[in-house]
């Protein structure tokens, strides 16, 4: 196999590992919205980073997860529903990504790979973050597993059992902001919360527990990728394009089955 069809199957498979278990708490906690935040603010986490001069990995983390950060502390003051919050948030900070792009002249940036991934660019450094990131993300997900649940079924009898609901949400929000960073390599900046999303309701149909969906949502995940690839390197399509495609095809055939509580 060429190697870097082995590169981008190896990436692929790394985010989907940890996009399976974290989807299924987006999907839970109904968050597609907050996912569609981070992911737009990854885009002026690389428009930053290219002004600035720094690692676009890093640019894109950090903005990511202060732009989780602030979202946080501003649902906390109450200030706006938080729907209204996400709207705002998440549109400035694509308009402000792009606009910073815009006025960079004397550098070419692909909006293209930004938007919609660049999976068969994938190198060496790029799978070690991507594994050192998803590796973390899994850790904190296997770590905080049972609060989550209990704030994502209950969260006055989770608060009333000595559960931190806040330092929880929180933690799960960064965990999202981190895969989302190391995620747009894969499918991109317009497809990322497709990935969280898709598999987790695959698997959501087919689950008898929440540890199953988990495990499902990530072979699910897995399949998207493989499948994805499979097309996008015998008919020349868009890798990230192409996953997400196969994920929702996926998601099609499991609604042959009937619903799981």
Known sequence: MIDFLLY?????LGVAAVAGPLG??????????????LAHSALLGVALGVLLNIDLGIAVTAVCLLMALGLVALEQQGVLALDTLL??????????????????????????????????????ADLWVIYTGAGVAIVLLATLWKSLISI???????????????????????????????????????????????PAATARRI????????????LTA????ISGLAASWYIDTPAGPSIVISAT???CLSLSFKQNG
Not at 25 to 36: E, K, L, P, Q
Not at 107 to 114: A, C, E, Y
Not at 207 to 218: D, G, H, K, Y
Request: charged share 10%; glycine share 6%; hydrophobic share 65%.
């Open 87 to 124: 709207g705002i948030l998440s549109h400035s900070a694509l308009a402000a990504g792009l606009v910073v792009i815009s006025l960079l002249s004397d550098i070419r940036v692909d909006l293209m790979s930004l938007l919609f991934g660049d999976l068969l660019s994938v190198t060496t």
């Open 222 to 225: 897995m399949v998207s990728v």
């Open 8 to 12: 981008a199957l190896l990436a692929g």
């Open 249 to 251: 095809l996926l998601f």
């Open 24 to 37: 299924c708490f987006v999907v839970w906690r109904r968050m597609a919205y907050f996912g569609d935040t």
């Open 152 to 198: 994502t079924v209950e969260p006055e009898l989770a608060e009333v059992e000595g559960i931190n609901v806040a330092r929880v949400r929180t933690a799960l929000m960064l965990i999202t902001a981190l895969v989302i960073a190391i995620a747009m390599k894969i499918v991109g900046v317009l497809l990322i919360t497709a990935l969280l999303i898709i």
């Open 207 to 218: 689950s008898a527990t929440p540890e199953s969906m988990a495990v499902i949502a990530s």
